[in-house]
């Protein structure tokens, strides 16, 4: 078989610079990705997993080295021509799915190409498919918070495979899932593979995923070398997966509640009207912005039926790539109340820019779960912001809960801050729009123990130093 990579790094490297001095994530990685090849990174924690997948999916660029994607760097290539790259040719499978809560999931299957202007009604009979494949094909006017965690993967997975794209990147993506359901979303990506029809490559810690893969790299401290079966964790048999292609299809799903009768989905207007319909709801409500919210409604149905597909296109890019946001800064009391703020910044300030929220959470990670922590904003956010070059800063407070917290980095907290927000290119939200989810972490120290404990536990040096808190990439 003849074989190209499609993706290349060459002495790729990632470091951030930090307060507290450089930090190499990714540190001079060379491989090479072939068409149709499936590469599994293993890693512990912190390893440089995931900003090994963002360099190589061109998510960010390399502060030494490069990645080139079919044969040229992702950084001589024009943004335009990356974020179509993007949306075509690299599926991405993230650990938390980002599904749109209000969309169902036929729906959010089809977002990305609906989005990219491919009228909807030809759509549907892939979409169908790719549910079908997640065996999922009963469910799919199911809303994401009727689904579990495991199937919720699954169709983030079909919408990664929605565009047919050419390289599937996946990190973690049986991270937090019961073995049943890990082993559902490795017989997919084993039955994937054995078609080659895509290129995979899967950030994990989890042997039973990694066994599918042609290779297994390992990571360590940024440097990836080839995985010896010394460096490997065991596969335990109870969780091994067929990695046969032909046992590969014989995954068994959970079934469908009995009382869910299949009907196919609808194709018209009327009924996208109606599945888009809680989902602005429940923005217009947390954005307290009623007046806004007819314009909405009409807004997005109209662009859904594509009276304005370049212009949501122009709304898509403004949002995602012009709008910058991420923590600013956080602080912590001696009572333990932590207040963090999160920045929106307009990179490109000629063309206006307007967000309606964000509304904004905050979990911790226990035991590999997310707890969701009550948090209080500090200003609330009275209908549309215009966002300018300098940024705007929006800030919440918490408390930070008591507990151990050693699984990922002694003594600190792992903290995922999410953000919703619709960007529209006009104050008054009549605009086309664009909505965005966003998940920023951080590890906090925990406010209640002492640096010199935290280096103890983690087997630091005197004169180490203890930030209060780090921040990491969307993983
Ligand atoms: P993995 O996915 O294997 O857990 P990551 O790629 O998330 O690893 O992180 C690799 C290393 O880079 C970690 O030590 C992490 O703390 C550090 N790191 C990641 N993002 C940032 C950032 N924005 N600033 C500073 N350090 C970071
Ligand atoms: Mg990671």
Redesign the pocket.
């Known amino acids: 078989m003849s074989r190209s990579p499609i993706i290349k790094a060459r002495q790729a490297s990632l470091t951030?610079a930090?307060r507290r001095g450089p930090?190499?994530?990714?540190d001079s990685v060379s491989l090479a990705i072939d068409l149709g090849e499936c590469v599994a990174i293993l890693?512990?924690?912190?390893?440089?997993?995931?900003?090994?997948?963002?360099l190589l999916g061109g998510l960010c660029a390399p502060t030494a080295g490069e990645v080139c994607f079919t044969g040229r760097p992702w950084t001589e290539r024009t943004a335009r021509e990356v974020s179509h790259l993007r949306a075509s040719q690299v599926g991405l499978l993230l650990q938390d799915g980002g599904l749109l809560p209000g969309l169902r999931a036929l729906d959010n299957v089809l977002l990305p190409a609906v989005l990219a202007g491919r009228p909807r009604a030809s759509l549907v009979p892939r979409a169908e498919q790719l549910l079908g494949l997640v065996g999922l094909a009963d469910r799919w006017d199911a809303y994401p918070a009727e689904l579990s965690g495991g199937q919720q993967r699954r169709v983030a997975l079909a919408r990664a495979l929605a565009a047919e794209p050419a390289v599937i990147l996946a990190?973690?993506p049986t991270g937090d899932l019961d073995t049943l359901a890990a082993g559902e979303i490795t017989a997919i990506l084993a039955r994937l593979r054995a078609d080659r029809a895509t290129a995979i490559v899967i950030?994990t810690h989890d042997p039973a995923l990694a066994a599918i893969a042609d290779r297994r790299l390992w990571?360590e401290r940024?440097r990836c070398t080839e995985a010896s079966a010394a460096t490997l964790p065991p596969v335990s048999p109870a969780v091994a997966l067929p990695v046969s292609p032909e046992s590969a299809r014989e995954v068994a799903f959970e079934p469908a509640p009995v009382a869910l009768v299949p009907q196919r989905p609808a194709i018209g207007v009327e009924a996208l009207g109606r599945s888009w319909l809680p989902f602005l709801a429940g923005l217009a409500i947390a954005a307290a912005a009623v007046a806004v919210f007819d314009g909405l409604v009409a807004t997005k149905q109209e662009a859904v039926v594509e009276t304005a597909r370049v212009q949501r296109r122009l709304a898509k890019e403004m949002a995602l790539q012009d709008l910058r946001a991420d923590v600013d800064e956080v602080t912590v009391d001696d009572r333990a109340e932590a207040a963090v703020s999160v920045f929106l910044q307009n990179y490109r300030p000629e063309r206006p820019l307007h967000v309606l929220g964000p509304t904004l959470e905050v979990a911790i990670q226990r035991d590999g779960r997310w707890e969701s922590v009550s948090c209080a904003l500090e200003e609330s956010p009275a209908g549309i912001r215009t966002i300018g070059s300098d940024k705007t800063l929006v800030s919440l407070g918490f408390r930070v809960p008591e507990g151990s917290y050693d699984e990922l980095?002694r003594g600190y907290l792992h903290i995922r801050i999410g953000a919703a927000m619709v960007v529209s290119d006009r104050p008054d939200g009549t605009g086309d729009l664009f909505e965005r989810l966003d998940a920023y972490?951080i590890?906090l120290r925990d406010p209640r123990r002492t640096e010199d404990e935290v280096r103890r536990a983690n087997g630091w040096g005197d004169k180490a130093t203890v930030p209060l808190w780090?921040?990491?990439?969307s993983?």
């Open positions: 951030y930090t930090i190499a994530a990714v890693g512990r924690s912190g390893s440089g997993k995931s900003t090994l997948l963002a990190d973690e950030a990571m940024g980095l972490y590890y780090i921040a990491m990439p993983h």
